[in-house]
């Protein structure tokens, strides 16, 4: 398989048949980008922008060839504003539930998702919106991304893994501090709490999210995919049975063609071609 150069256009199709689609799908390359576009309403996810957000990220999860899933803002002032909470207001309990249930199954599926999911923050994160970049496995962010799980300032708590996901991500020290408070906090504390790896300009943000992923398409597709879950399902486990996920995880690439590949690269000193079988 010829790599295609990171940023390089292959394909741009609509999430739906509309001119102004929820989400922008647009395949730059091996790496695909879900713009969130509903920057009228702060990104803020009403039932029909989970559905499609689950909806592309479930197509996405086939094509061998891709490397990383970019979930990035149309240009606006917020990443996300969280939940729609004008349409909340006209929910039942019930339909609630199931709207939780929804964003609940969403965000596992970017956790489980067989390749890293970025997340390029820009602007307001809050409530669910910050409860999908806890749910990537990276985010970057530019200075003006602000970012608070402010959900107890509304009677309620985070719904959608909030809570599990920045303790393990950040320790429960810092998840209570910012979770009790509703705090919200600038780019600059979240690099120093490590809730993002890095920082960059405004106008730097997508080249910066480029870059790690020309970084990331260096490697075997499987072997991301394998690494992805091995970190995830062993953390927070005894050390005997980590290394036991580790292990199966490893076992999952050892037959590969892309491992044979790989040593084949090396020993005729050319850069590998992944086919991600
Ligand atoms: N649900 C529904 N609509 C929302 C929304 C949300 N969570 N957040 C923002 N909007 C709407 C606003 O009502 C406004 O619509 P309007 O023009 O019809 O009044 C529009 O999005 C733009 O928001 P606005 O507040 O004017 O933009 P801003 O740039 O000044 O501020 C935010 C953006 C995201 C910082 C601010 O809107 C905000 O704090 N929203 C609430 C976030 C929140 O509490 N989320 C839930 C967490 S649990």
Redesign the pocket.
């Known amino acids: 398989m010829a790599k295609l150069a990171v940023g390089q256009m292959a394909e741009t199709k609509n999430a739906n048949d509309s001119a102004n689609p929820l989400v922008v799908v647009e395949r730059h390359g091996m790496v695909a980008w879900l713009t969130l576009n509903r920057p009228?309403?702060?990104n803020?996810l009403s039932c029909a922008l989970v559905a499609t957000l689950r909806a592309e990220l479930a197509t996405l999860a086939g094509p061998p060839d891709l490397i990383a899933v970019v979930i990035a803002a149309a240009e606006g002032?917020?990443f996300c504003?969280?939940?729609?909470?004008?349409?909340r207001l006209a929910m039942t309990l019930d339909e609630t539930r199931r709207y939780l249930d929804d964003l609940g199954a969403l965000l596992q599926a970017i956790e489980d998702f067989p390749r890293p999911v970025i997340a390029a923050l820009s602007g307001?994160a809050?409530?669910?919106g910050l409860e999908i970049a806890l749910a990537c496995d990276l985010r970057l962010a530019d200075d003006s991304a602000s970012m608070a799980l402010?959900?107890v300032?509304?009677g309620?708590i985070p719904g959608a893994g909030g809570t599990q996901r920045l303790s393990r991500l950040c320790g429960i020290a810092v998840a209570k501090e910012l979770i009790l408070t509703g705090r919200r906090i600038d780019a600059a504390t979240a690099l120093g709490l490590g809730l993002v790896s890095r920082v960059v300009a405004k106008a730097d943000l997508r080249a910066a999210v480029e870059t790690l992923c020309s970084e990331l398409s260096a490697a075997g597709p499987l072997a991301l995919a394998a690494a992805k879950r091995a970190i995830d399902h062993g953390f927070g486990k005894p050390m005997t049975e980590a290394l036991a996920v580790e292990r199966a995880s490893y076992e999952s690439v050892l037959t590969s063609q892309d491992r044979n590949e790989g040593l084949r690269a090396f020993a005729e000193k050319r850069p590998p071609h992944y086919q991600g079988k």
């Open positions: 009228e309403a702060a803020a002032k917020a504003a969280g939940a729609d909470l004008k349409e307001a809050l409530g669910g402010s959900e300032r509304l309620i």
